[in-house]
C-alpha cells in the first residue's frame, strides 16, 4: 500500500487548511489511518487517528477540537481538516496506516512522505 499526502502550504496563524491521503488500494477494515507530524527539531508525533471500519477518532490534546480527521472509504481517503492554525503547528505532517494501537508508539505499517504546513504568525 502507498499512500500519498497533500494539502500542505503556508498560511497565517487562524487559517485552515485541509489534509489529504490517497491510499493506492483499499484499506482492510482491521486499518486505522492517521497523521503524525515532525517539526523542526522535534521528535515526530501523534495528530489524529481514525479506524477505517468504524470510523473512531482521537487526537492529541494540541489539537482537540481545531483538528477534525475524516475519511472517505469509497475514494481510500483520509483528510485532516486543520482550523484555528498556530505557528506551534508548524511541522512535516505524515500520513500513516496500521492498527488502531500502533499509532501509539508509531510503528506503523505504512508511511506517506510527508507535506509540509508553515503557519506564520
Known amino acids: 500500500v502507498q499512500l500519498q499526502a497533500s494539502g500542505g502550504g503556508s498560511v497565517q496563524a487562524g487559517d485552515s487548511l485541509r489534509l489529504s491521503c490517497a491510499a493506492s488500494?483499499?484499506?482492510?477494515?482491521?486499518?486505522?489511518m492517521g497523521w503524525f507530524r515532525q517539526a523542526p527539531g522535534k521528535e515526530r508525533e501523534f495528530v489524529a487517528r481514525?479506524?477505517?471500519?468504524?470510523?473512531?477518532?482521537d487526537y492529541a490534546d494540541s489539537v482537540h477540537g481545531r483538528f477534525t480527521i475524516s475519511r472517505d472509504n469509497a475514494r481510500n481517503m483520509v483528510y485532516l481538516q486543520m482550523n484555528s492554525l498556530k505557528p506551534d503547528d508548524t511541522a512535516v505532517y505524515y500520513c500513516?496506516?496500521?492498527?488502531?494501537?500502533?499509532?501509539?508508539?508509531?510503528?506503523?505499517?505504512?508511511w506517506g512522505k510527508g507535506t509540509l504546513v508553515t503557519v506564520s504568525s
Open positions: 500513516a496506516s496500521g492498527s488502531w494501537g500502533d499509532f501509539a508508539d508509531g510503528r506503523m505499517d505504512y
Open positions: 488500494q483499499r484499506m482492510l477494515s482491521r486499518y486505522s
Open positions: 481514525i479506524s477505517w471500519a468504524t470510523s473512531r477518532t
